[in-house]
């Protein structure tokens, strides 16, 4: 399909156990673009997600089938490690989860397994250029030696992208980042998801629809565990094709 | 519809039931002040009999002493008719046969916790648990006389193989089995903090590409370290105070030695030896058991109370 798509997802059903929570899904993710999942509850967005960096591995009943290539990879073969996916395909959770560490050690976690660093010095620059692109440094200058549960709700989960992108992912993975924030927390990291765009291809999973519209350049509706459409955010949101997309957007359904 | 012709309500007839819910509320209270006055009437008795005790023998040497041999004596102008009561050999020989048994139980105990938590399938968790129980139910005469006549004997002989003198009732016999004995107490309590720390910790090291071991060691355990060194503490305790075992396994001779091929004696079973058999009840003799009956539970206390307090602090980080 398009040639700037980084991640492709081909005809890709995903099971838990007997149940069947995606159902041939078909998605092209482009590159330095923010890619939003909109859909109900329950309706595989959140498992479409997870699928993109085996995150579903974890859980024990969980099957994938069909093919999902980043960069034209197939993430699922064999001889791949899930190990490397993920330092290439990072992942924000919906509640903020900073480890019970200090500011400075939760950004240089991933740098520091996956041996980033060669120097103090460059361990200090790469928590800093993290804690900037996440825009975090002017609030947290002053204590990185303090502890990162001690921030507001906003800030840990902008702490939790810093050590997402400290790592240089090419990919950004967020599972309902906002959820758990408020209006004025919400909006900060919507800018910056804006400016991430420059660096890392997103892909956000969301329940508003505002920030759908707000902060993404694609949008890909779920329902029932499929992909019913996908497109440009603002073709999508103005002329929808289908049905149920409209409905959703309008709010009759989920 | 029926009511609205009544003009007033019924409230009085309610003051029936209201004296049995006090002879209920009653009853509820004397139950449970009888454990408190059975603690207290213990504790009370410990302080009362180690006064008496502590008149005659003085406290520094009951502390610092280094001999002990509590004989009675058979003849009223023998010397030493009182004998000796240092109790530092017997806290040196409890320390010691602890020291092992936690050697022994923290690797085994904390490890097997890991692998029960964090790798284990259901299937294995499944078998592995249960048998982890079943170690924690065998009563402790059992682990007894298994350090007296398996061990033990095990011990002696191999060691004269290599041409060390090993006694047969050794620290090392005792504090081997009693080690085994505390493993359960060790791998449930870590069991249960480790599968405290939120699942969204291990998912965040995941995410990032660190691998299940990195998770483990770098996340996952320094956040649960707390509650495991509260494991540790209890496990300790309970050590400490342990009594068939060491009774059966650690023997008599109140040597004052840190090697554990030696026998030794601890607190626990000098108490017992105190006071088993006709006993005169006022002699120094048999009072000291109850000195170091609160030597006993003094320092149990101390080590159950911060350990609690440790954990309980930890939970709390997560709720």
Redesign the interface.
């Known amino acids: 399909m398009s040639k700037t798509a980084i991640i492709s997802a081909k005809d890709v059903d995903v099971f838990y156990g007997e149940k069947q929570a995606l159902n041939k899904i078909n998605l092209d993710i482009p590159e330095n673009k923010v890619t939003s999942l909109i859909g109900p509850s329950g309706c595989g967005k959140s498992t479409f997600l997870r699928s993109i960096?085996r995150?579903n591995d974890?859980v024990d009943i969980c099957r994938v089938e069909g093919s999902i290539t980043i960069k034209g990879q197939d993430i699922y073969a064999p001889e791949v490690d899930v190990?490397?996916?993920?330092?290439?395909v990072?992942?924000v959770?919906q509640?903020p989860?900073?480890?019970?560490?200090s500011i400075y050690e939760n950004v240089a976690?991933?740098p520091k397994?996956?041996g980033l660093a060669k120097s103090k010095t460059d361990m200090d620059e790469l928590v800093e250029w993290s804690l900037i692109k996440a825009g975090l440094w002017k609030e947290v200058k002053d204590r990185l030696d303090q502890p990162g549960t001690g921030l507001s709700g906003g800030q840990q989960q902008r702490l939790?992208i810093a050590?997402?992108i400290a790592?240089k992912p090419q990919v950004v993975l967020m599972d309902e980042p906002c959820s758990a924030l408020d209006p004025i927390a919400t909006a900060i990291i919507e800018e910056l998801i804006d400016e991430l765009r420059n660096n890392f291809t997103i892909v956000i999973v969301t329940h508003s629809m505002q920030q759908a519209a707000r902060v993404s350049q694609r949008t890909a509706f779920f329902h029932l565990g499929e992909l019913v459409e996908s497109g440009a955010t603002k073709s999508i949101f103005t002329s929808p094709e289908d049905e149920r997309t409209q409905n959703y957007i309008m709010g009759r359904i989920g | 519809m029926a009511n609205s012709d009544s003009a007033t309500i019924d409230l009085v007839h309610s003051q029936r039931k209201k004296g049995y819910e006090l002879f209920v509320m009653g009853v509820l209270i004397l139950c449970s002040l009888v454990a408190v006055a059975v603690t207290v009437g213990i504790v009370l008795s410990l302080l009362f009999e180690a006064f008496r005790f502590f008149e005659r023998i003085p406290l520094t040497e009951f502390l610092f002493g280094t001999q002990w041999s509590p004989q009675t004596a058979l003849r009223a102008d023998q010397v030493a008719a009182e004998g000796a009561f240092g109790a530092v050999p017997l806290i040196t020989g409890t320390l010691l046969i602890s020291f092992i048994a936690m050697c022994v139980a923290t690797p085994l105990g904390l490890l097997s916790a890991i692998y029960l938590s964090e790798y284990a399938s259901k299937r294995s968790r499944n078998l592995i648990k249960p048998a982890l129980e079943i170690l924690a139910g065998i009563p402790t005469v059992v682990y007894g006389f298994f350090a007296a006549l398996t061990v033990a004997p095990l011990l002696r002989a191999g060691g004269e193989s290599v041409g060390l003198d090993v006694s047969s009732e050794s620290a090392l016999a005792a504090g081997l089995v009693m080690g085994m004995m505390i493993i359960p107490l060790i791998s449930s309590l870590s069991d249960d903090v480790i599968n405290a720390v939120?699942q969204?910790?291990r998912?965040?090291?995941?995410?990032?590409?660190?691998?299940h071991s990195?998770t483990i060691r770098?996340?996952v355990l320094?956040?649960a370290v707390p509650g495991i060194a509260g494991s540790l503490l209890l496990a300790a305790s309970r050590a400490i105070g342990e009594t068939m075992i060491v009774v059966m396994a650690a023997g008599l001779a109140a040597n004052l030695t840190a090697n554990p091929l030696e026998a030794v004696t601890t607190i626990t079973a000098q108490i017992v030896a105190l006071l088993t058999g006709d006993q005169e009840f006022d002699s120094a003799k048999t009072l000291s058991a109850f000195a170091l009956g609160l030597v006993l539970f003094v320092t149990t206390l101390v080590l159950n109370v911060v350990a609690l307090r440790i954990v309980r602090k930890y939970q709390e980080?997560y709720d």
């Open positions: 960096n995150m974890l190990v490397a996916l993920r330092a290439k990072g992942m959770f509640k989860n900073p480890f019970p560490k976690y991933g397994i996956h939790c050590r997402t790592v | 939120p969204a910790m998912d965040a090291s995941l995410g990032m590409g660190a691998t990195e770098k996340v320094p956040s980080q």
